[in-house]
């Protein structure tokens, strides 16, 4: 597993660096790139959307059991609703622009909240409601334009498939532990809980 994890992130920096040599820092960080994205990423995920939907939309737990096919707006409105990964990664602005009325300079480094890109410019409560038929999928859970995330596809179809099992395997499952014992990831780059105990 090792030669493959460090071949794969040798092939990676050729095709991004040409042919310069690659030092091992920036192997390790293609390495634990390709890690965080592709495990912890989704498993911080799924574990999440399984606290949501055990905690507060029982009533979509519910429906995933009876009806498979609502996973896929249930995982698009779970990664609108929680994200893993809460900050974009930092942007130098080419040229200078206003969002919002704010004037980013050129040269001026921004960082944008992939969270609040799900909501609405003033907050409308609505935004804030978890609803699986009614916000079709507007987030920026895996960026946006040319920098999207190449694995969503991937990402999507664990989500699917962990919850459709989930829902469909054990329907009275429960959280054995209220949220306030929960070990949550505060300080870690990628958002979640380090346990999730529960029953059925």
């Not at 905690?55 to 707006?73: G, Q, V």
Request: charged fraction near 20%; hydrophobic fraction near 40%; proline fraction near 6%.
């Amino acid at each position: 597993m090792d030669d493959f994890a460090v071949d794969l992130a040798r092939r990676t920096m050729k095709e991004l660096g040409g042919n310069r040599p690659v030092g091992a820092p920036e192997l390790a960080g293609v390495a634990k790139l390709l890690l965080l994205a592709g495990h912890v990423s989704p498993t911080q995920m799924l574990t999440l959307g399984a606290l949501t939907l055990l905690e507060e939309e029982r009533t979509w737990y519910t429906a995933l059991h009876k009806d498979p096919a609502r996973t896929p707006a249930v995982v698009e409105e779970l990664l609108r609703h929680i994200t893993v990964k809460q900050f974009g990664l930092i942007r130098r602005a080419t040229r200078d622009t206003v969002i919002g009325g704010v004037v980013i300079g050129e040269g001026q480094w921004v960082i944008c909240s992939l969270r609040a890109g799900a909501y609405a410019p003033h907050g409308r409560p609505a935004d804030y409601r978890f609803d699986p038929l009614g916000h079709q999928g507007d987030h920026l859970a895996f960026g946006h334009g040319p920098h999207q995330c190449l694995g969503q596809s991937l990402s999507r179809v664990i989500l699917e498939a962990g919850l459709t099992v989930l829902a469909r395997g054990l329907p009275g499952l429960h959280l054995a532990a209220g949220r306030q014992l929960l070990p949550f990831r505060d300080s870690k780059t990628v958002y979640g809980v380090e346990s999730l105990p529960v029953a059925w």
